[in-house]
Every structure is written in C-alpha cells, then in structure tokens.
T-cell receptor
Framework: DAKTTQPNSMESNEEEPVHLPCNHS???????IHWYRQLPSQGPEYVIH???SNVNNRMASLAIAEDRKSSTLILHRATLRDAAVYYC???????????FGTGTLLAVQP | GAGVSQSPRYKVAKRGQDVALRCDPI?????LFWYQQALGQGPEFLTY????????KSGLPSDRFFAERPEGSVSTLKIQRTQQEDSAVYLC?????????????FGQGTRLTVV
C-alpha cells in the first residue's frame, strides 16, 4: 500500500486560506488520492478525492502535482469549524481500504 | 436514515463480558468497513465486507473479534471476553462501491469502555 506523509500540525487564522500538504512518492498510476477530516468526538468525514486533475467541491480544492507524488488540500477561507485532523489517504490493497496515518492537526485561530 | 448509524453510542462492559456493536450502513452501499480508534490515534482498519462476503479481516486483533453481515446490509462486530485494551471507539463506514472511486461515509462510532 502506498504511504503518505503529512506535517503533524498546522495553524491558520480564521478567514485565511489554508494549504495542507501531503507527499505520496510511491503512488501508483491507479491510486486515487482521498482526503478525510475528523472533528473532535466525531467519525471521519469525507472531504475530497482525485486521480490526476485538480478537483473542486463545496468544501475544498485538491491540487495534484503533475507527477502525482504530492498533493495539497486547499481550504479557501478557514473557519473555526474547520479545526480538525486532516488525513491524506491512498485507498489500497485489493479492497481499497482506507489506511489512516497520523494526519495533520489543523488549529484555526480567531 | 440518510447516514451510517451505529448503536449503541456508548457501551460500558465489565472485563470478560461479550459485546455486540451494530452498524446500519447507507442503503444500497456494497462496501462496509469496521475501524478501531484508540484515544489520540487515527482509525485502525479491522475488517471489510463486500455485500455479505467478508473479504478482508486482516486487521482483527485476535480471535475474540468477530464480524458478520449476513444479508449484505446491517453488520455486527462482536467482541468476546472483553479486555481493557479493547477500550476504544469502533467506527463503521460504508461506500457505494470500491473505495478508489467513491467516498466512504462514517458513522459516529460506538465508544466502548471496558472496566
């Protein structure tokens, strides 16, 4: 299973953009890149996923490097509700199961 | 319901007791996953079902853990002779198809405390 590397923690100010990086240098050509987040005392929540092209949805944008060895989750305007642990995951194995690492703990300051 | 539902939300068990945790996935979702999350850690994969078939149980920590999904919808995770190290939040997730192309939806989890 391809592994991902993320910073342990990041800080942002409210209403500013946040760029959360993820390295996945061993990604294969068919691996999708998924992002989930987990708010305190809740189950993980899907944020976005992509394969090769950049992706946008109502929650965030996903920028994928041309060589696919890294990606960046972009929150365009951070709010206090965005404070969570963000996980970058490459579903792997025959079952495409999600293997969670330690993620990035995002703190948002008012 | 619109989402993945888990019950009970909280369970306190005496050491040695058997417990059963229930997961109601989103209707029509083929894939179902169970995860265990210890305090301060990321979720750890336990097992995977595709419809009623348990295709991957590589994450089950011991033979005290057993999961089933007999009709391809509701799933139950059973833990026999619970021990203190089983204390964790147990999360269930479902997805429409294989996870590469589609997202997973998680329930709120069941917090198990073994005393």
């Amino acid at each position: 299973d391809a592994k991902t590397t993320q910073p342990n923690s990041m800080e942002s100010n409210e209403e500013e953009p946040v760029h959360l990086p993820c390295n996945h240098s061993t990604i294969s050509g068919t691996d999708y890149i998924h992002w989930y987040r987990q708010l305190p005392s809740q189950g993980p929540e899907y944020v976005i996923h992509g394969l090769t092209s950049n992706v946008n949805n109502r929650m965030a944008s996903l920028a994928i490097a041309e060589d696919r060895k890294s990606s960046t989750l972009i929150l365009h305007r951070a709010t206090l509700r965005d404070a969570a642990v963000y996980y970058c995951i490459l579903p792997g194995g025959a079952t495409n199961k999600l293997i969670f690492g330690t993620g990035t703990l995002l703190a948002v300051q008012p | 319901g619109a989402g993945v539902s888990q019950s009970p939300r909280y369970k306190v068990a005496k050491r040695g007791q058997d417990v059963a945790l229930r997961c109601d996935p989103i209707s029509g979702h083929v894939s179902l996953f169970w995860y265990q999350q210890a305090l301060g850690q990321g979720p750890e994969f336990l097992t995977y079902f595709q419809n009623e078939a348990q295709l991957d149980k590589s994450g089950l920590p011991s033979d005290r853990f057993f999961a089933e999904r007999p009709e391809g919808s509701v799933s139950t995770l059973k833990i026999q002779r619970t021990q203190q190290e089983d204390s964790a939040v147990y999360l269930c997730a479902s997805s429409l198809t294989g996870l590469g192309r589609t997202e997973a939806f998680f329930g709120q989890g069941t917090r198990l405390t073994v005393v």
